[in-house]
């Protein structure tokens, strides 16, 4: 049945009305994706322009981050923090992981009083990074120290001899590629390592040497790989106060830093995918499509980002099973 003249009118207005609300629905979703966007990404670098006290958190085993390469950075070129907080709760993690961050440390601590605040543990390169601060906090109970080089590598000859496995290879001279865990180390190899990783300790003792109200053979008599108390650390001036944050605060304040000052934390910067990844709607995206992988701290909770370091070692690895990371 042909429509009449005016129901056709009709619907050419209907049409142009619900094109017009898809169009400003549209556009309000779009703002508000922008809003929560600007909002996260704002809460991620510690939030307001006005004046406080920034608050990093260096945990885990250390790696050459640069997010937190940036972040430090960031921190040392804002004019609104007036005060740093390094809280520090880490096992260590690989020399030049330690290295990157004490310099990124020492480039803040010219530019604003910088205090290091220890957690449950501060021991190698998390103690290196620590000791980069003006001032260490340490709570009574926290672990402090192992001040060291080490490297490790797995043997598999025993196994490879029992499957009948053998390795035939070709190089230009007899260190090249050594150790090996398909060879058997022998002295030569051992001794280039222990010319490498005494180098490296060298240089990680002339840190603490430096930076420690200690003379170099008070820092070698500690250095031999112990750990200790934060009391006993206090007793041998490998940190300067006990306590926590309110501590470190305290001592802000003694370098100028006005008491009234919040303390804001500069979290991980975050793409704007892995904030709606990270929220809940993401995560059941994520879990619709079958890909739980999209969890942006799945690696992190399995422990996959210990597995791969490279390089020599400042690391605390207890024995233990009493005592975890």
């Not at 629905?25 to 996260?40: K, M, P, R, Y």
């Not at 934060?230 to 006990?242: I, P, S, T, Y």
């Amino acid at each position: 049945m042909a429509l009449r003249a005016d129901e056709m009118i009709d619907r050419r207005r209907l049409r142009r009305k619900l094109t017009f609300w898809r169009v400003v629905a549209i556009l309000i979703a779009a703002a508000a994706i922008a809003a929560s966007t600007g909002w996260a990404m704002r809460d991620s670098l510690g939030g307001a322009a006005v004046a406080h006290i920034a608050k990093v958190k260096i945990e885990g085993t250390i790696t050459e981050d640069e997010e937190l390469l940036k972040r430090l950075k960031d921190v040392t070129e804002s004019d609104s923090v007036k005060g740093v907080i390094l809280s520090i709760d880490s096992p260590g993690g690989t020399t030049a992981g330690g290295e990157a961050i004490y310099e990124a440390v020492r480039k803040l601590a010219t530019a604003k009083p910088t205090v290091a605040q220890v957690g449950t543990l501060a021991a190698s390169a998390g103690y290196m990074i620590a000791s980069a601060s003006d001032h260490i906090v340490a709570r009574q109970s926290s672990i402090v120290g192992s001040i060291g080089v080490l490297v490790q590598f797995p043997n598999f000859t025993g196994l490879m001899d029992k499957i009948g496995i053998t390795l035939d290879e070709v190089k230009s001279s007899p260190l090249k590629a050594e150790p090996s865990p398909f060879n058997v180390t022998t002295d030569e190899e051992r001794a280039m390592l222990r010319a490498m990783i005494m180098d490296s300790y060298d240089w990680f003792v002339g840190l603490v040497d430096e930076r420690r109200p200690l003379s170099r053979d008070e820092v070698l008599s500690l250095a031999d790989g112990s750990i200790f108390t934060g009391r006993q650390a206090l007793a041998n001036k490998l940190v300067d106060e006990l306590g926590g944050e309110e501590k470190a605060k305290d001592w802000l304040v003694t370098k100028g830093v006005d008491s009234g000052l919040d303390i804001v934390e500069w979290k991980p910067r975050r793409s704007t995918t892995d904030f709606f990844l990270s929220s809940a709607l993401g995560q059941r995206i994520a879990a619709l499509l079958g890909i739980p992988g999209l969890d942006a701290d799945l690696l992190e909770k399995i422990g996959a980002d210990r597995i791969f370091l490279d390089g020599m070692l400042s690391l605390w690895h207890p024995k233990s099973a009493a005592v975890s990371d």
